[in-house]
């Protein structure tokens, strides 16, 4: 079965519908999955670095199956979150992103919810060529099956046409929404690309970072050195993190850096670095984290805070220009 990558949007600012339609989608705190399901297989969840992830989140699979299980394939587009009083927490959800396989108790304990907002693929035909607006009315329509058979937990997000982007901000900031995407009305989905057909907009800036080094002794970390590639494929560094650094998150987190620890830096002008953080441990770039932020100066990020590791997304992707 083919996996297909995800369209991605670029940071920006939202547009105003003078030149072209657009409609509006709030930006969750979640993890982005794609899921796909009927045809004659067995539901497949996978993220946007393309891992296959179907046991990490069970429930998803099964409510698909019970809804969709015996028409022909369906790709959904969307995200995964964990709701708590009504509002994605990604700290929640972080619980489910790094386990393979979810018992019935942590479902229980942790449940998800996921919400698509694009269907790429139904009953097998193709709809990526079809217009923004033609999907969201597919998806709709799966979404009323979704809500008859009930207690699922899937349900389609809402979208808003033709709004305008500052009655949007205003109401994402009122729901404590992480952000607002605009998408152009017309505009088909352009799977693996970044386009600007879809811009994002966080109310607070907030990237995924790879962490190249810490600070601290062998029991503690005092903070994170962060860093990410620019336009020539550089890695660079882009500042450093202490905020947001739990007791339990420094204990993981030095348990996942042992593998990685290098005698060397991985940057391409490591001298910088060193002269700021004396005495840094460095490690091989795998590690992703999600970082909130007021702004990406030339001295790096301002006012940082640490929102938790990505599992879902490739070290290889995480660049300079997304900050």
């Given amino acids: 079965m083919r996996l297909i990558a995800p369209m991605l949007a ?12 657009w409609s509006f989608e709030m930006k969750y705190d979640g993890c982005r999955i794609l899921a796909s399901v009927g045809g004659g297989h067995e539901p497949v969840l996978w993220t946007r670095a393309m891992n ?3 046991g990490s989140y069970p429930e998803i ?19 995964v979150v964990v709701l708590d009083h009504g509002k994605p927490s990604f700290g929640l959800l972080q619980r489910r992103m790094g386990v393979a396989h979810a018992t019935k108790p942590l479902q229980r304990r942790i449940p998800v919810t996921f919400l698509p907002f694009d269907v790429l693929s139904l009953d097998n035909r193709d709809l990526m060529s079809a217009s923004y607006l033609e999907r969201r009315a597919e998806l709709s329509e799966l979404d009323a099956i979704l809500q008859k ?11 808003w ?22 998408k152009r009305s017309a505009s088909i989905y352009l799977p693996g ?13 907030r990237s995924s970072v790879l962490v190249i080094g810490f600070v601290g002794s062998s029991r503690s970390i005092a903070a994170l050195i962060l860093g990410a590639y620019d336009a020539e494929g550089r890695l660079v560094q882009v500042g450093s993190v202490s905020s947001g650094l739990t007791v339990s998150m420094r204990r993981q987190l030095r348990e996942d850096f ?3 620890e290098s005698p060397s830096s991985p940057l391409t002008d490591p001298s910088a670095a060193a ?8 490690l091989t770039p795998r590690l992703v984290v999600d970082v909130a932020y007021r702004a990406h100066t030339a001295g790096g990020l301002r006012h940082p805070s640490l929102k938790g590791r990505r599992f879902d997304v490739d070290f290889r992707s995480v660049r300079v220009e997304d900050l």
């Fill in 10 to 21: 670029t940071a920006g600012t939202l547009p105003d519908n003078t030149d072209r339609p």
């Fill in 52 to 54: 296959v992830v179907t």
């Fill in 61 to 79: 699979a099964e409510a698909l199956t019970a809804a969709f299980g015996g028409r022909g394939r369906i790709v959904l587009d969307g995200e």
């Fill in 149 to 159: 058979v009930g207690g699922l937990p899937i349900t389609a997000p809402p979208h």
């Fill in 161 to 182: 046409e033709n709004q305008s982007s500052k009655i949007m901000l205003n109401a994402a900031k009122s729901a404590g929404m992480e952000g607002i995407l605009a």
């Fill in 193 to 205: 690309q970044r386009s600007r057909a879809w811009i994002k907009h966080a109310i607070r800036t």
């Fill in 258 to 260: 042992r593998p990685l």
């Fill in 275 to 282: 002269e700021r953080f004396p005495g840094v441990q460095w």
